[in-house]
């Protein structure tokens, strides 16, 4: 092993950088836990710090653990390693940002903490007030009182995904299917070794992923913050939601949302997404959601939803050419465009004209009515 | 029972080129820490960049037996850590009966009548050395599975009931892979230490396929080797990995070319990409421009 023997970094312990280190990825945004910090301090004895890339490679390994945060990493690290040589002796720490999770079960969370009520739940559970008015309202006509109101109702909402048989097996009732040989064999010691009573075996079914991909482009303003109140609805309802925002840029922002705090979650999804109401490159974002989630296995059998109102600044036919690409994995692809509830509505944007082939579901949801309708057609 | 625990970087980089495989400095001081620290390593990246390998090659230059658990959906302890013989059981039940003996459930449930699947041989081994044992494609087991996992990751130990705990004297050497299909629950990731094995550079891609093809001439593992570094600049669906590189330079060799020209190229066009968009792509954006900047680059 090589000794700490070269003069600039023999005083400092590798507790300290370790420490120091993980400060400075805190405050760059990075989850740096406590144990993947004492990890660092050990391995740091092991490999030593002689060398920078030594140093780098063991913080890759032992503080990193997704391949999105390289580039913050690596700027990270620069900064911290170059100003340890320049001989700063006490590295100026950035102001370290303290998320807290919410996850207190309030009075807005009728159903409790419990998500597995949710998906055995039937179809769809929702708790709507008497306001019938409010249900159809487009959205973009909210006053902001409204808006609140509509929030609340909103996040009363409870998503379920369609079923897919599972590969999971469990103990069956019924005298058929499968043989269950652990407990027949149990049961026969009963009997002195004779299989009298055999048991058996049955699949079960599990819900399909759901991945919800959301226009974040300037001509979904009005609609926007209230999808993304629904998306956050769909990631705290159930197991196996992903949700993405697709602007100039592409940014998922599930973990953002998993908070039960409604207004944090999507607070925290917002500072993630720096692209809110710029421009949109459609067929760019779907490429990019394909080629870095949905192909490799993300969207495979699962419902896709998207967001939009097909309006695309990029070429129709890249847009369309995704959209294949996407309908081929996916168990069901499904298109929510506010504009579809205006009287007279054609798909002539183009970009919404070259997707629309590829679209298994062509819905509104510019109202509560019309989410509502959602949840019921993502569930079948 | 010795571990096998490497005293530098170096050595572990070394130990695993003496066995065919070329890792750089950032695999080399995972694998490192992973053997000192006694801890999983978690291996991320796209298709096809040798992350299975590295079990394999621990394996080989360890000399601990190789043992591979591959994940599927629905994959549960009966098929990852052990199993009753069943119709063995059956038998001796129907035997003792014979005999007039009175049934022992003891007898029933001991090691004699056990399947020990992958999970419980990696903790139950009695060799010198610890077991290599690799976790294959996590990502596609379900969450019910990780955290199961989890617990055997920590505390080395699994709890039969019939017949206790079975703890490993040495932990084995773990290895887990994922293709990102969705994310590795945190606590998992948290139990391990984690490197992204991104696609090697020309240099190091050059020394793989001469490692691994030995029989292509090296004018043309050059060829191919710049060509793969080309391809993957080309935004395609599925960049070629080491692995189809290898491939297309023993396809290439196999045809008798010395080095690459476009016929070839178009032959066999197949060996390296996968997807018809991407072959398209390619031949679209020109053959003959990628087989002159491949040779000039490789020369």
Redesign the interface.
């Known amino acids: 092993m090589p000794e700490t023997t070269t003069e600039p970094v023999s005083e400092t312990a590798p507790e300290r950088i370790a420490v120091a280190f993980a400060r400075v990825l805190r405050g760059a945004g990075l989850e740096v836990p406590v144990g993947a910090t004492l990890t660092f301090t050990r391995a740091l004895g092991c490999v030593g710090l002689a060398s920078r890339s030594g140093v780098y490679w063991t913080g890759r390994a032992t503080m990193l653990n997704r391949p999105e945060d390289i580039a913050v990493f690596d700027r990270a690290f620069a900064v911290f390693w170059d100003r340890r040589e320049a001989g700063a002796d006490e590295i100026e720490l950035p102001p370290e940002e303290v998320v807290v999770a919410l996850d207190v079960p309030g009075a807005d969370d009728p159903v409790g903490p419990d998500d597995e009520v949710g998906v055995d739940a039937p179809v769809v559970t929702l708790r709507w007030s008497p306001t019938e008015i409010l249900r159809h309202r487009d959205f973009a006509l909210y006053t902001p009182d409204e808006f609140v109101e509509a929030r609340r109702l909103m996040s009363d909402l409870r998503l379920v995904g369609a079923a897919r048989p599972s590969r999971r097996r469990k103990r069956s009732q019924a005298r058929r299917g499968a043989p269950d040989l652990r407990r027949t064999v149990r049961r026969s010691m009963r009997a002195g070794g004779e299989p009298v009573e055999r048991a058996f075996l049955t699949t079960g079914e599990r819900t399909r992923r759901l991945v919800l991909l959301l226009d974040v482009s300037g001509s979904m303003e009005p609609y926007a913050r209230a999808f993304v109140r629904f998306l956050h609805a769909a990631v705290v309802s159930r197991s196996r939601v992903e949700a993405f925002a697709l602007g100039t840029r592409l940014t998922r922002v599930t973990r953002d949302l998993a908070s039960r705090d409604p207004d944090a979650a999507v607070h925290a999804a917002a500072r993630r997404v720096t692209d809110w109401s710029g421009g949109t490159r459609l067929g760019e974002g779907v490429r990019r959601f394909n080629d870095e989630w949905g192909i490799r296995g993300l969207a495979r059998g699962a419902v896709v939803v998207i967001f939009s109102d097909g309006w695309d600044r990029g070429e129709p036919e890249v847009l369309a050419e995704q959209m294949a690409r996407l309908q081929r994995v996916a168990y069901r692809i499904v298109w929510v465009n506010p504009l579809k509830a205006s009287p007279g509505y054609a798909p002539l944007a183009r970009g919404m004209a070259a997707a629309l082939p590829y679209v298994d579901e062509f819905v509104e949801g510019h109202s509560l009515a019309a989410l509502e309708q959602l949840a019921r057609v993502i569930s079948e | 029972m010795v571990p096998l625990l490497p005293?530098?970087?170096a050595e572990v980089s070394k130990g695993l080129a003496d066995h065919e495989y070329l890792a750089d400095?950032?695999l080399a001081?995972?694998i490192?820490?992973a053997l000192?620290?006694q801890?999983p390593l978690?291996l991320?990246g796209e298709?096809g960049v040798g992350k299975t390998e590295v079990a394999k090659v621990l394996s080989r230059w360890t000399g601990g037996e190789l043992v591979r658990l591959q994940c599927?959906?629905?994959i549960?302890a009966?098929q990852a850590v052990y199993?009753?013989d069943?119709?063995r059981?059956?038998l001796h039940?129907?035997a003792?009966?014979a005999s007039h003996e009175r049934?022992d459930?003891d007898e029933?449930y001991s090691e004699r009548f056990l399947v020990k699947r992958p999970l419980l041989r990696a903790l139950a081994h009695d060799g010198a050395v610890p077991p290599v044992l690799l976790i294959d494609e996590i990502?596609r087991a379900?969450?019910e599975f990780e955290a199961f996992l989890l617990e055997i990751l920590s505390d080395w130990s699994i709890s039969v009931p019939e017949l206790g705990v079975v703890r490993a004297d040495v932990p084995p050497v773990v290895v887990l892979t994922s293709?990102?299909?969705?994310d590795v629950h945190d606590a998992l990731?948290?139990r391990?230490?984690?490197?992204?094995i991104a696609h090697p550079d020309f240099e190091r891609e050059l020394a793989i396929v001469r490692l691994r093809a030995p029989q292509v001439p090296e004018l043309l593992a050059r060829d191919v080797a710049a060509a793969a570094e080309a391809l993957r600049g080309l935004e395609l669906?599925k960049p070629p990995g080491v692995a189809e590189t290898i491939d297309w330079a023993e396809a290439l060799s196999t045809l008798g070319r010395a080095r690459l020209d476009e016929t070839a190229v178009d032959a066999t066009l197949g060996t390296i990409l996968k997807y018809r968009?991407d072959q398209e792509r390619v031949r679209a954006h020109g053959l003959g421009d990628l087989v002159r900047s491949a040779v000039a680059r490789g020369a």
Do not use: I, M, P
Request: aromatic share 14%.
């Open positions: 005293d530098t970087v400095e950032g001081t995972s490192f820490l000192r620290l801890r978690l991320e298709a599927y959906e629905g549960d009966s199993e009753w069943y119709s059981q059956l039940l129907r003792v009966e049934v459930e029933l990502d379900d969450d293709n990102r299909t969705r990731k948290r391990c230490l984690y490197h992204w669906y968009e």
